[in-house]
């Protein structure tokens, strides 16, 4: 089962990060007082990084438990691991420094430092996944959310942007990451976007989470929005593919929103 996309279009880019910023941590209070922890999946660019910005600015921010959050990438730059490139590093500058998270639920994917190439850092990262699953399993299993599969830990919301050229984590138009079905983590070798060596989470692996919210924002990727939301093929365009189990969840700016199919845009009521 996967839920259709459903969009929510915010007047600026400003809007969009503050209401991001207030979905996520009342998601994540909603998580913790039903099941204790919550697992999110965090992405790079500008609107992922900025709504992480945002949460850090909101006093409710300190509703979370952010001790009992679990953090993974849904991509991240193969550099060293100091970078200012690092999705990590600049989702650490912008809210994981300014919370008390566990570093023990901190997953980050390896960098060159410690890793010889994408590749090896991938596998060591599916590892870490299948590790999570495996400690998930042996837990109490009582409670109700969607079945997850054996191999990956249940991942409640994963946060994705949009290039202009339609990517989403570290998946590139017809390049081998967007086409893999086997391996949960690749190594992305030719990155249109520099730099060129990433690691990213798989389609499959992407599609096992509970809720996708797909974050966009700006004219430059209104095409890619809506070739995405008209139904393409996401070999040909990658942020067509990913799909919630109970959610996908479009949350983009009016810039971005300028050519969505007619029927997917939520009007405003009438005589308003
Ligand atoms: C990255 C990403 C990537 C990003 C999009 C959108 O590492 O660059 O995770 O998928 O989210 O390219 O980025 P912008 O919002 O900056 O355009």
Do not use: C
């Not at 910005?53 to 550099?79: I, L, T």
């Not at 009582?142 to 997850?148: A, L």
């Not at 300028?258 to 308003?272: D, F, Y």
Request: charge should be negative.
């Amino acid at each position: 089962m996967s839920a259709d996309p459903r969009v929510s279009i915010h007047p600026d880019s400003e809007v969009l990060m503050a209401a991001i910023a207030a979905r996520l941590i009342t998601k994540l209070v909603d998580l913790q007082d039903t099941h204790g922890e919550a697992t999110i999946v965090l992405t790079g660019g500008s609107m992922g990084i900025g709504s992480l910005k945002a949460v850090a600015d909101s006093p409710a921010s300190r509703a979370v438990d952010w001790s009992k959050v679990n953090f993974w990438w849904g991509d991240e730059r193969f550099v060293g691991s100091d970078e200012a490139d690092r999705n990590a590093r600049q989702a650490h500058e912008a809210l994981l420094a300014h919370i008390p998270v566990d570093p023990a639920r901190v997953h980050v994917p390896g960098s060159s430092d410690e890793f010889a190439t994408p590749e090896d850092a991938a596998a060591d990262y599916a590892r870490q996944l299948n590790e999570a699953a495996a400690a998930e399993h042996a837990a109490d299993m009582s409670d109700d959310r969607p079945e997850r599969p054996g191999n990956l830990p249940r991942l409640d919301i994963v946060l994705l942007g949009v290039g202009p050229d339609a990517h989403v984590a570290s998946l590139f138009p017809e390049q081998a990451g967007i086409r893999e079905t086997d391996l949960a983590v690749v190594g992305v070798r030719h990155s249109p976007k520099p730099p060129p060596l990433r690691v990213s989470l798989t389609l499959p692996t992407i599609n096992t989470a509970a809720e996708v919210w797909i974050v966009v924002a700006g004219e430059d990727k209104a095409g890619a929005v809506g070739l995405a939301l008209a139904g393409a093929n996401p070999v040909q365009v990658p942020a067509a593919g990913p799909r919630g189990r109970s959610k996908t969840l479009w949350l983009i700016d009016a810039n971005a929103a300028s050519r969505v199919p007619e029927q997917l845009v939520r009007k405003a009521p009438s005589g308003a």
